[in-house]
């Protein structure tokens, strides 16, 4: 027997199904309630927590007395995340803006959630995913949490995309930004500077045009893209496109995945260390992606 089909109907006559209200807000807590497994909650006293420097940097203190306001109606919605050591102190994880609400209006105590028995790499883990996933939080704070990150657990690109749950490209740039030197970020964050003026401007390297850049950027008169464009237009200069520069020409007769199936295979000949099988691996997954543009 046929089957029979529902009429065709046009794109515009459409009904759009808005998912997130079909699945509920519970849905979007998921990626929370994993960090946050095995954290028991409890009442601690603000004296006796420990702050020290976390992921964000900025602060509004007009929006940390708006908040201060709604706690003081509402109550603390999200409870602050602890981590109890051995000896029993207390280190806030998670929550900064909400333990400067607390202490504006005064409070002494506050629900939290205490987690035991973590290690660094998985506290730093938990902080980078709970502030990124928070209203406010600065690309470039978020950029120097991500270098931190590496830092204390010494990871390659590669596993810092797998822990943190951001994409490769992300993580590149993430860290292109933490290593720019500290008055561009600062200026980036107090004139609110889009993220590609200062990658854009890194890749400069012509030095007068670099040092020329540098300078309005940090009296704040370079803000957009489209204003950076505009000054190296004005110095007469023409951006190559990257996709030409950097298409790679293969030998007649090879394909590109024969040309990376034979890269693989020759590197599992070779007798390489942990490190160095890391950094073929990315060269190979870049060069496809060259040669797929």
Known sequence: ???????????????VID???????DVFKISDDKLLQGAKLDEIRLKDIIVKEQ???KFNDDSIKDLAKNIEVNGLIQPLVLHKDKKGHY???CGERRFRALSYNKATTAPCFVLEN???EELMAIQFSENSSREELHWVDKADGILNYQIATDASERKIQAALGISK???HRSLLIAKMPKNMKEAAKKYNIEKYVLLEWDAIEEKSLRNEVEKRILAGEIIKRSELAKTISAKGLVKSSKKSADKIALPKGISANAFLKAMTSKSKDLNLDKKTQELLRTLVEETKEMIDQ
Do not use: H, P, Q, W
């Open 1 to 15: 027997m046929a089957k029979t089909f529902a009429a065709r109907v046009s794109k515009r006559e459409r009904n």
């Open 19 to 25: 998912m997130s209200e079909k699945l509920g807000k």
């Open 55 to 57: 992921v964000r940097t």
């Open 91 to 93: 280190t806030l994880i």
């Open 118 to 120: 973590k290690t660094e």
């Open 169 to 171: 490209s992300e993580v």
